[in-house]
Structures are given as structure tokens and as C-alpha cells.
């Protein structure tokens, strides 16, 4: 165990469904990472990112501001934030990063921030979870397989990266957005076989409000993914967000119901597929919370 | 003209039609330098470039006793030589003239309701030509003679066009080429737009034209190395590579009596090591002692000394020729030409890293040469088109046009230019497999098809009747089906406004140009500038398309910038022309603007020499004192080695301190 002087500490970003619907992330995030050097604390007073799809598309100004008052509380405790859902990524990220390069939109957002005295400075950089994991600068690929005592041999899992973690390209830094690898490459090292499937950088459907708005046209999406990821035999779906854990996980009860496709492939958070591979309970991962049945994959890797 | 009387300097200020006078007060202007001191005369007029407007000088010359003319009116760039003669017909010394740029500096730039503060600043720059005429000296141009040789870097359709015209003309002429062989991107194409000749049956004349012509030297798997002079005497050092196989003309200096190569071939047939033949993109094999294909220009072996084991197999198998040497270094030839034309063509970009279509990760993704060869009956399949996963014969090809070209993603491989063939090698590769493969589909992904050139359209008409389906729209990207390798190509179909998903068994992407590996190491080397868009910077886009603001350097192909075959034969051509006029008029005149050491007062601390670019200064012993002196005609005049005199001991011609010091003090002294 390391000594709290190495710690890297960060805020952690909560975000809203993980907490509500899948708190096996949450409790997976802090526990894994206090695991590996990193020290998640409470960012205290946080609201929604807020939702990028839903809030960005009907008005910029409030995504902007609402985004800002997150990033300032963070500036206030002086830590750089870590968060674990894509969607919190492209509104605190993208967020942060606009109003760095923009002074005449941070002058404005800044009019707003004012009201409850507040103020955007640009002190913090923000960070997706996994990519502080796989970053042998905090973390790295060898510290996760060397933290794994429970190594989930004999599972094939497909990857799914979600599109607000990686495009639009000129507005991150993770590099290949076309046939990425780092992914599996964490998932090889807590132990289980990562495999590659037809048209894996597709969305998984919820994301940019098309859930909410058109659900039978994000079903149809998904649907096709879980085609594709079915085709190889996958045993388990693996992703970094929550939004797309629950299109996936949800979205499959709902295309059994509207379409009459049965997949029951689970969908595990990387979170919390590092948890299990460090000798978590599928009780404290809340795994029982997930729509679709676990179990056959419990069975496969414990 | 009496040097010590007072000058006299007379203003003419030009109204450009209403370039210049529809932005400022010209005859405020004109009058205003009448109240100027020195001057003798002003006058404002329509068109001072127009036959009235230079008889106006040249008689107010003689009329007024003028010593210094001023033009202010547009560019020097544009008319100063007008001026110039206008200004030596008139009876004085042609560098008696000082030009104030009131157009592209003045009225061009401030059109818009600045009319008052426009006439003003055109006040300010009259009266610092003015101030600088009052100095102006009587200047001699130098004249060196031209050594009678040419060099052209760079051994494609252009280079060898460009040769055969300079050595046609009676001039020597040096052919340089990087490879072991003459013939460039051409001599791999399979046939050319939109005529569907074989490429390398019409060009295969002229590399053996060119590679027996009296005139031409032919230095392939050479490469420069460096340059030194100017205009007229160039000298250029090679780096002659280690072939490894001496010609029978190296052969003989040897004293080698009837050997050296003579391509038999034999020492191939039993060469052990085999690598991948770049000339076919590594479809094809070759070995270490090799040559690209059966038609090369010259016919001699090359070793690959990075793959050579040397086992010595071959220098038996060549015997008595003795053609072979193992052991051959590179050396440094120097050569002595009097102009030269870069003609250094193009590479693809690497449009791997348009990672969205796939090349280099699907199988079945290949880029444009690529198809060129499998489609070629010289190359790696005999023509026939196979799909590089299965080796089958594929039933639907698409093409991706743009592929990185008009491109402004930023993303540091696409181009913002058009690569301008693509389109016309695209229909024509549509034409090729649905001509040779029965049934074959053909898709044209695209945005727009520019089919610009002569009977360019009547082909795009008739691919278009031959049944190729055409879909505009950019490819968002390719997937390949793990299964059998077959191409999802995924884009928006903008004429019918809906997304398009295709599944293709191969797929060509026609991708963007850009300059040659080492091409801008090259022109730095001859001094010479690239555009915004990497490609060579040639003097003026239309008016000079073949030079450089480098003297005696031309340009010949899509090393300037992309074009087709017949653009780069007649640029090519064009080069030609214009690199033999300094060779047959035998000398050429450097503008006087050179340094001048005022010996007398040089301490010869010899701090110039270093700084000099273009090494044109050297300390001398002089009267028991060591003083620096100038070559004049390596002098360019940057005046670097002037402004940095700790003694002001050397003088600019043209541009001496009192000259600019009085257009200094006329700017701040002066005004209203």
C-alpha cells in the first residue's frame, strides 16, 4: 500500500447517473484508484456536468456556465478533477478548455459566475479516470497488473471507448480515435481477453440527446453494436461511461421489448471490472443493480 | 551630369487610372513635392507607365537639368524597370531613379474613407524618395560571363523534357537523378488521361533520347550535395552514390578493356538476398545487386549495399566484365553550370494517417501508384487487378477522391490545395477495370470533378456513359469486414441527402501530393523559397511561373505545385527556355548593389567575413594592411556585413547611410 505522499489527488467529478444508477462505479472508482496511487476527494457541491446533449444542444450559455461553477469549485480546492462518465468529460473538459483559449466568453460566463461569487480562473486541468489509469506518468498499464489479485482469465471482453472520450479529435489529446488499442490494453491487464469487433469506434446510441429524444432510433443503434459485439462470442461489454453502461444495459431489456433481439450480454464498467479483479464483491459493486443478469459472468472469471 | 552641382530632382506622381487616384488627392501630392527641397519639378499624370508618361521624364530630364527622378506610383517590382530606362533615355544614369510605392503600400490598402489620411502618408513617402534622390549616384552594373552548362535536379517527365530541350538548344547539360534510373512517377503509371496512351511507351523515347543525347550528361543515383555562386557560375558538388557496378566507360578509366555493365542480368539471376522493389511500392520482389524494371534509362546494375552480404556471387557471375565493386565508396564530383532547373516532382502524403480510411490496417485499402502497377501488364500481377488480402479478382472497386487533398482538418497530413490529376487518374482507373474485369463495378467517391484540361471533359462524359457510378460525397470513413476482408464505405450521399454504406471489394484512395522526401533540403541548398503550401515559390504566379527570386534557378513540374503530365512538359519546356537565355547571350549583369570596402578606413578585424551569407568577402593584404575585400559578383547586397562595420567602413551601393539616413530624416523632420 502506498504512503499518502505519493498520492496523486484529484477531485473526482461524480457525475449524475453513476451515482443514481450505477453506484458500482462510484464506490469502484474511489476504491480501485486509492489502489493505484490515486487519491479521489469528494468535490463538494457539485451539480450535473451538466448533460452535453441535452443542456448544449437547447442553450450554450447555461452548458457553459454550469460547467464553469463545477470547474470553479475544483480551482477552490486547487486539484485537478478526475471523473469516470464520457459525457461529464466533453462538458468539464471541453468546458475548461474553451474558456482557457476564449477570454471574451469567460468574460461573460465569468458576468454570470459572479452572482454567486464565483470566478473561472483556469488553474485545473481536467482528467477521464481511464486515462489516468493507462498514463505510466500517474499511473500505468503495469500498476493496474500489478494491483490485480483476482485476474478475470477466461473472459472475452469487447470494448466499447464512447465517442465523448476521444472526438471530436482536434479537441482531445487521446490520440487515435480510428482503431485505438489502450483500452484492451487495460483490459488484458486485469486479466481478461479483450476482442476486437466489426465497427467498434460506433456510438452506443443515448449519447447527444438521441436517447431522450428518439428512443427507438438510439435502440436501433445499439442494437447493431450488440450484433457486431455478439458475433464474436463476447462475454462481457466493457466501457468508461455510465451513459453508455446503462444504453447498453437497460437498452437491452428495452430492445427485447420493442424488438424482440435477446442478447443478455453483460455491461461492466471498466471500474468495475478492475474492482472484481482486485478481490471486490459483485455485493460491493452493487452488480445486482444492473439490468442484465451478471451472474453467467461472475461464474466465468471467480 | 556634373557631379558637384545642386540636385535637382524632378516628381512625377502616377494616378494608376483610379487604382491610385480614386483613394488619394494625387494632384494634392504632386503639388506638395513642388514645395519639397531639391526638387526641380513636379507633375502628376494618368498612366506614368504609358509611352506620354516616360517622355514626360525624359524631356523634363533635359528641360529642368534634372539630377534624380521620383515615381511614385505602384510596385518597383512591377514598373522600375520601365522607369529605369525611361529615366537612362533621358540623358542621366539609370540608378539615378527612386520609385515611392503609393499604390500596393498606399491607396490598396487604405480604399475605404482614409482618402485624406492616404494623401497624407503619400506625402510622407515622396518626400523620403526625395530626400534619398538628392543622394542617388551614378552606378555601373557588372557583367560576368556565363559558364555554358546546365543542370537539371530531378529526372522525371519533367527533368528529361527540360534536358532534351537545353542540350537540343547546344547547351551541356547535367541530369541528376536520386534513383538508379531516369523516368520518375510516369514510368510507373499504366496509361495517362484521357488519351489512355501506355505511359511508359511514350515516355520510354524520351529516356532513351535522353539518355544517348551528346548534350547529356545522365548522373542518375547521384544527389547535390552542395552549392556555391550564383547566375552563371554555379558550382555544384554531387554526391555520386556507391553503385557498386561500374558502367564500361568507368570500366575503361580502369583500365578494364571491353567491361563494366552491360545488363546482362546474370549477376541477379544469382544474388541470394531478396528485398521488397520500391519501384513497385514492395508488391514485387528484387534482389540486392538490382534494377527497378526492364526499361531503364541507364541500363547498369545497382547494389543495395544496405542489404548486401557481400557473398560475391555475382562478381563471379559477371566474370571478365568485371563490372562489379564491392567495395565502392561514394564520391564527390564538383561541376561548373551556368543555370540549373529543380525539377523534384512529388511523394503521396503518408495517408496512413488518415486513419478514418484504413490504409495500411485493411488489406483491401491501396492508394493510387499502388493500382497504377497492379493494374499495369509490367507490373507485380501482369495487369491483373487482385485484391492484396485473397489475391481475387474484385467485382466492385471504389475510389476516394480527396483523399487528404482540399482538405482543412488541420490534423498535419491534410492538404488544403487540390492535387489537381486525381480526379482525371480516378475516371481513368474506373475506365481500366471496368474495361478489363467483366462486370466489375466502379464507384467515384467524390466532392467535385475537375475536369479541366483538353477532352478532360469528354472523358468524364464518357466514363460516366460507361456505367461508373458516381456518389458526391467525402468518406467518413472505411470499416473492413473481419470476416472477408471485403470494405464498408461509409459516407453522405449530398445529392440525395441521405448517409451511404457500401460494401466494396477493394477500394483506391487517390491521395494528396506533397514535395519529395528532401526536396526542401534541395532548395534550400539553390536558395530558394517555398509558397504557404511547402511546394517551390516560383517568381510570380503567372508572369513567371518557371523562375525563382533566385538567378539562374528555374522550375520545372509539380515541384512548383501539383499538375499533370502535359502542364509539367510544357512548364518543363518553358524552364528550358528560360535557363538557356543567360547561356546564349554568354553574360549576365548583376545589379550594382553591392558592398564596397572603403579600404582606407578598414581596421581588417575581418568580423564580416563570418557573417557574410554567401561568401562573397576575404581579408586581403593591401599596401602592408590587411583590408577586406568584396567579390562583387557574389555579392548580393543584403547589406548584413554594412549595417554591422564597427568602423563604417563599408558602403552599400544603392543604399549608402547617407541615403537612408536622409529618408529617415525626411519622415521624422518633415510633414505637415
Given at each position: 500500500m502506498q504512503t499518502m505522499q505519493n498520492m496523486h489527488e484529484y477531485a473526482f467529478f461524480l457525475g449524475c447517473i453513476a451515482p443514481n444508477r450505477y453506484p458500482g462505479c462510484e464506490a469502484s472508482a474511489i476504491k480501485t484508484s486509492a489502489k493505484v496511487g490515486i487519491k479521489l476527494l469528494p468535490l463538494e457541491g457539485a451539480s450535473c456536468c451538466p448533460a452535453p446533449g441535452a443542456f448544449g444542444s437547447i442553450d450554450l450559455n447555461v452548458w457553459y456556465a454550469m460547467a464553469a461553477r463545477n470547474l470553479c469549485l475544483a480551482e477552490q480546492m486547487k486539484k485537478d478533477i478526475a471523473l469516470i462518465?464520457?459525457?461529464?468529460?466533453?462538458?468539464?473538459?471541453?468546458?475548461?478548455?474553451?474558456?482557457?483559449?476564449?477570454?471574451?466568453?469567460?468574460?461573460?460566463?465569468?458576468?454570470?459566475?459572479?452572482?454567486?461569487?464565483?470566478?473561472?480562473?483556469?488553474?485545473?486541468?481536467?482528467?477521464?479516470?481511464?486515462?489516468?489509469?493507462?498514463?505510466?506518468?500517474?499511473?500505468?498499464?503495469?500498476?493496474?497488473?500489478?494491483?490485480?489479485?483476482?485476474?478475470?482469465?477466461?473472459?472475452?471482453?469487447?470494448?466499447?471507448?464512447?465517442?465523448?472520450?476521444?472526438?471530436?479529435?482536434?479537441?482531445?489529446?487521446?490520440?487515435?480515435?480510428?482503431?485505438?488499442?489502450?483500452?484492451?490494453?487495460?483490459?488484458?491487464?486485469?486479466?481478461?481477453?479483450?476482442?476486437?469487433?466489426?465497427?467498434?469506434?460506433?456510438?452506443?446510441?443515448?449519447?447527444?440527446?438521441?436517447?431522450?429524444?428518439?428512443?427507438?432510433?438510439?435502440?436501433?443503434?445499439?442494437?447493431?453494436?450488440?450484433?457486431?459485439?455478439?458475433?464474436v462470442g463476447a462475454d462481457a461489454i466493457s466501457e468508461l461511461c455510465p451513459f453508455c453502461q446503462l444504453q447498453f444495459d437497460r437498452g437491452q431489456i428495452e430492445i427485447k421489448e420493442k424488438f424482440g433481439d435477446v442478447y443478455n450480454i453483460p455491461v461492466l464498467h471498466f471500474n468495475e471490472l478492475l474492482g472484481l479483479a482486485q478481490g471486490m464483491s459483485p455485493q460491493d459493486l452493487a452488480l445486482d443493480l444492473h439490468a442484465v443478469d451478471c451472474t453467467p459472468f461472475l461464474e466465468k472469471v471467480l | 551630369m556634373a557631379e558637384n552641382s545642386e540636385p535637382r530632382v524632378g516628381v512625377f506622381v502616377c494616378h494608376c487610372g483610379t487604382n491610385i487616384a480614386g483613394s488619394l488627392d494625387v494632384k494634392d501630392v504632386a503639388e506638395y513635392a513642388k514645395t519639397l527641397p531639391n526638387v526641380a519639378y513636379a507633375a502628376e499624370y494618368q498612366y506614368m507607365c504609358s509611352t506620354p508618361g516616360q517622355n514626360m521624364i525624359k524631356e523634363a530630364i533635359d528641360k529642368y537639368k534634372l539630377t534624380g527622378i521620383v515615381v511614385a506610383a505602384c510596385s518597383p517590382r512591377l514598373h522600375e524597370p520601365t522607369f529605369r530606362i525611361a529615366t537612362k533615355e533621358g540623358g542621366l544614369n539609370m540608378f539615378r531613379f527612386e520609385m515611392a510605392n503609393i499604390r500596393e503600400q498606399n491607396s490598396w490598402v487604405h480604399m475605404h474613407g482614409m482618402h485624406d489620411e492616404a494623401t497624407a502618408k503619400a506625402k510622407d513617402q515622396v518626400r523620403m524618395a526625395v530626400a534619398k534622390a538628392a543622394?542617388?549616384?551614378?552606378?555601373?552594373?557588372?557583367?560576368?560571363?556565363?559558364?555554358?552548362?546546365?543542370?537539371?535536379?530531378?529526372?522525371?517527365?519533367?527533368?528529361?523534357?527540360?534536358?532534351?530541350?537545353?542540350?537540343?538548344?547546344?547547351?551541356?547539360?547535367?541530369?541528376?537523378?536520386?534513383?538508379?534510373?531516369?523516368?520518375?512517377?510516369?514510368?510507373?503509371?499504366?496509361?495517362?488521361?484521357?488519351?489512355?496512351?501506355?505511359?511508359?511507351?511514350?515516355?520510354?523515347?524520351?529516356?532513351?533520347?535522353?539518355?544517348?543525347?551528346?548534350?547529356?550528361?545522365?548522373?542518375?543515383?547521384?544527389?547535390?550535395?552542395?552549392?556555391?555562386?550564383?547566375?552563371?557560375?554555379?558550382?555544384?558538388?554531387?554526391?555520386?552514390?556507391?553503385?557498386?557496378?561500374?558502367?564500361?566507360?568507368?570500366?575503361?578509366?580502369?583500365?578494364?578493356?571491353g567491361g563494366g555493365c552491360n545488363g546482362c542480368g546474370d549477376c541477379t539471376a544469382v544474388c541470394p538476398v531478396i528485398k521488397p522493389n520500391p519501384f513497385e511500392f514492395g508488391m514485387a520482389p528484387r534482389k540486392a545487386i538490382y534494377i527497378y524494371h526492364a526499361q531503364v534509362v541507364p541500363l547498369i546494375y545497382t547494389v543495395d549495399f544496405d542489404a548486401c552480404v557481400k557473398c560475391g556471387l555475382c562478381v563471379d557471375a559477371c566474370g571478365e566484365k568485371k563490372a562489379i565493386d564491392l567495395e565502392m565508396q561514394d564520391e564527390f564530383p564538383k561541376y561548373k553550370i551556368g543555370t540549373v532547373i529543380l525539377a523534384t516532382g512529388y511523394d503521396f502524403i503518408p495517408v496512413e494517417e488518415k486513419r478514418e480510411w484504413g490504409y495500411k490496417r485493411h488489406e483491401n485499402v491501396i492508394h493510387a501508384l499502388e493500382f497504377e502497377r497492379l493494374i499495369c501488364a509490367?507490373?507485380?500481377?501482369?495487369?491483373?487487378?487482385?485484391?492484396?488480402?485473397?489475391?481475387?479478382?474484385?467485382?466492385?472497386?471504389?475510389?476516394?477522391?480527396?483523399?487528404?487533398?482540399?482538405?482543412?482538418?488541420?490534423?498535419?497530413?491534410?492538404?488544403?490545395?487540390?492535387?489537381?490529376?486525381?480526379?482525371?487518374?480516378?475516371?481513368?482507373?474506373?475506365?481500366?477495370?471496368?474495361?478489363?474485369?467483366?462486370?466489375?463495378?466502379?464507384?467515384?467517391?467524390?466532392?467535385?470533378?475537375?475536369?479541366?484540361?483538353?477532352?478532360?471533359?469528354?472523358?468524364?462524359?464518357?466514363?460516366?456513359?460507361?456505367?461508373?457510378?458516381?456518389?458526391?460525397?467525402?468518406?467518413?470513413?472505411?470499416?473492413?469486414?473481419?470476416?472477408?476482408?471485403?470494405?464498408?464505405?461509409?459516407?453522405?450521399?449530398?445529392?440525395?441527402?441521405?448517409?451511404?454504406?457500401?460494401?466494396?471489394?477493394?477500394?483506391?484512395?487517390?491521395?494528396?501530393?506533397?514535395?519529395?522526401?528532401?526536396?526542401?533540403?534541395?532548395?534550400?541548398?539553390?536558395?530558394?523559397?517555398a509558397s504557404s503550401d511547402g511546394w517551390m515559390l516560383e517568381a510570380h504566379p503567372k508572369l513567371n511561373p518557371c523562375g525563382t527570386t533566385?538567378?539562374?534557378?528555374?522550375?520545372?513540374?509539380?515541384?512548383?505545385?501539383?499538375?499533370?503530365?502535359?502542364?509539367?512538359?510544357?512548364?518543363?519546356?518553358?524552364?528550358?527556355?528560360?535557363?538557356?537565355?543567360?547561356?546564349?547571350?554568354?553574360?549576365?549583369?548583376?545589379?550594382?548593389?553591392?558592398?564596397?570596402?572603403?579600404?582606407?578606413?578598414?581596421?581588417?578585424?575581418?568580423?564580416?567575413?563570418?557573417?557574410?551569407?554567401?561568401?562573397?568577402?576575404?581579408?586581403?593584404?593591401?599596401?602592408?594592411?590587411?583590408?577586406?575585400?568584396?567579390?562583387?559578383?557574389?555579392?548580393?547586397?543584403?547589406?548584413?556585413?554594412?549595417?554591422?562595420?564597427?568602423?563604417?567602413?563599408?558602403?552599400?551601393?544603392?543604399?549608402?547611410?547617407?541615403?537612408?539616413?536622409?529618408?529617415?530624416?525626411?519622415?521624422?523632420?518633415?510633414?505637415?
Open positions: 462518465c464520457n459525457g461529464c468529460y466533453k462538458s468539464i473538459y471541453e468546458v475548461n478548455h474553451i474558456l482557457k483559449h476564449d477570454e471574451e466568453l469567460r468574460g461573460r460566463v465569468n458576468e454570470i459566475l459572479k452572482e454567486i461569487d464565483m470566478e473561472f480562473k483556469g488553474t485545473i486541468d481536467v482528467y477521464h479516470l481511464a486515462e489516468l489509469y493507462y498514463d505510466p506518468k500517474v499511473c500505468g498499464v503495469q500498476k493496474i497488473r500489478d494491483s490485480v489479485t483476482t485476474p478475470l482469465t477466461g473472459a472475452k471482453v469487447a470494448c466499447h471507448y464512447g465517442c465523448h472520450l476521444l472526438k471530436p479529435k482536434k479537441e482531445r489529446h487521446l490520440g487515435d480515435t480510428e482503431a485505438p488499442t489502450w483500452f484492451e490494453e487495460l483490459i488484458a491487464a486485469v486479466g481478461a481477453e479483450p476482442v476486437e469487433y466489426r465497427n467498434k469506434m460506433m456510438c452506443c446510441g443515448a449519447g447527444g440527446g438521441v436517447r431522450g429524444y428518439d428512443i427507438v432510433h438510439a435502440l436501433d443503434i445499439t442494437n447493431e453494436k450488440l450484433i457486431n459485439i455478439s458475433e | 543622394y542617388l549616384e551614378d552606378l555601373i552594373p557588372k557583367s560576368v560571363p556565363v559558364e555554358k552548362a546546365a543542370m537539371v535536379v530531378g529526372g522525371g517527365v519533367g527533368g528529361i523534357q527540360a534536358a532534351l530541350d537545353l542540350a537540343s538548344a547546344g547547351i551541356k547539360t547535367y541530369l541528376v537523378e536520386r534513383t538508379p534510373t531516369i523516368g520518375g512517377r510516369m514510368s510507373q503509371l499504366d496509361k495517362t488521361f484521357p488519351t489512355l496512351d501506355c505511359s511508359q511507351c511514350i515516355l520510354a523515347p524520351k529516356m532513351v533520347d535522353a539518355g544517348r543525347h551528346p548534350n547529356i550528361e545522365l548522373l542518375s543515383y547521384h544527389e547535390v550535395e552542395n552549392v556555391e555562386g550564383y547566375i552563371g557560375n554555379f558550382e555544384v558538388t554531387l554526391r555520386k552514390k556507391a553503385r557498386g557496378v561500374m558502367n564500361p566507360v568507368e570500366a575503361a578509366a580502369k583500365g578494364i578493356v509490367s507490373g507485380p500481377t501482369g495487369g491483373h487487378l487482385v485484391r492484396p488480402s485473397d489475391g481475387a479478382t474484385p467485382k466492385s472497386v471504389g475510389f476516394v477522391l480527396c483523399a487528404g487533398s482540399r482538405d482543412n482538418t488541420q490534423d498535419g497530413v491534410g492538404k488544403p490545395y487540390c492535387s489537381r490529376f486525381c480526379c482525371m487518374y480516378s475516371l481513368k482507373h474506373a475506365h481500366q477495370i471496368m474495361e478489363k474485369i467483366e462486370g466489375c463495378k466502379a464507384y467515384i467517391f467524390y466532392m467535385d470533378i475537375r475536369s479541366f484540361g483538353k477532352a478532360y471533359e469528354e472523358f468524364y462524359y464518357r466514363i460516366q456513359n460507361e456505367g461508373c457510378k458516381f456518389i458526391r460525397g467525402r468518406v467518413a470513413n472505411i470499416l473492413e469486414d473481419p470476416d472477408t476482408k471485403n470494405l464498408h464505405v461509409f459516407t453522405e450521399d449530398t445529392l440525395l441527402g441521405r448517409p451511404v454504406d457500401i460494401e466494396l471489394d477493394m477500394v483506391v484512395l487517390a491521395s494528396a501530393i506533397q514535395p519529395r522526401d528532401g526536396a526542401t533540403e534541395l532548395r534550400k541548398k539553390f536558395g530558394v523559397s533566385t538567378a539562374g534557378v528555374f522550375l520545372a513540374g509539380v515541384c512548383q505545385g501539383p499538375k499533370d503530365i502535359p502542364d509539367t512538359v510544357a512548364q518543363a519546356e518553358g524552364a528550358a527556355s528560360a535557363a538557356s537565355i543567360p547561356i546564349h547571350i554568354g553574360e549576365v549583369e548583376l545589379e550594382p548593389y553591392f558592398a564596397q570596402c572603403m579600404q582606407d578606413i578598414c581596421a581588417g578585424c575581418g568580423m564580416c567575413i563570418k557573417l557574410c551569407p554567401y561568401s562573397a568577402l576575404d581579408l586581403v593584404e593591401k599596401d602592408g594592411r590587411t583590408v577586406m575585400q568584396v567579390t562583387e559578383a557574389k555579392c548580393k547586397g543584403c547589406g548584413t556585413c554594412g549595417g554591422f562595420c564597427p568602423g563604417g567602413a563599408i558602403k552599400m551601393q544603392h543604399f549608402t547611410t547617407p541615403q537612408i539616413v536622409a529618408q529617415i530624416d525626411a519622415y521624422l523632420l518633415g510633414g505637415e
